[in-house]
């Protein structure tokens, strides 16, 4: 089981970010997706999640209308567009992946939101 996260980086506040998680090794199209974040010092929490068939998504207060989850399950990917970024986004962003008692993590993308 593998699931792969990129297109992290640095960003001005204000800007724009597109994560993106690839998976293998399961049945990607079964399973509820989320994206949780990490910032230093906090606890892991989660930002977006999106179910298996991608009927039906929600968001942490937070990032409510500027983040979009999204999945595409031929590709076995799923994705967090990520607008107007704040300072207070800065975390390290992760893919996690559940059905039932089947929990998987990434590894992991950094996200820092800075002048």
């Known amino acids: 089981v593998q699931l792969v996260e990129s297109g992290g980086g640095l960003v001005q506040p204000g800007g724009s970010l597109r994560l993106s998680c690839a998976a293998s090794g399961f049945s990607f199209s079964r399973y509820d997706m989320s994206w949780y974040r990490q910032a230093p010092g906090k606890e892991r929490a989660l930002v977006a999640a999106?179910?298996?068939?991608?009927?039906?998504?929600n968001y942490a207060d937070s990032v409510k209308g500027r983040f979009t989850i999204s999945r595409d399950n031929a590709k076995n990917t799923v994705y967090l567009q990520m607008n107007s970024l704040k300072p207070e986004d800065t975390a390290v962003y992760y893919c996690?992946?559940?059905?039932?008692?089947?929990?998987?993590w990434g590894q992991g993308t950094q996200v820092t939101v800075s002048s």
């Open positions: 996690n992946a559940k059905r039932y008692g089947y929990v998987y």
């Open positions: 999106i179910t298996s068939a991608g009927g039906s998504t």
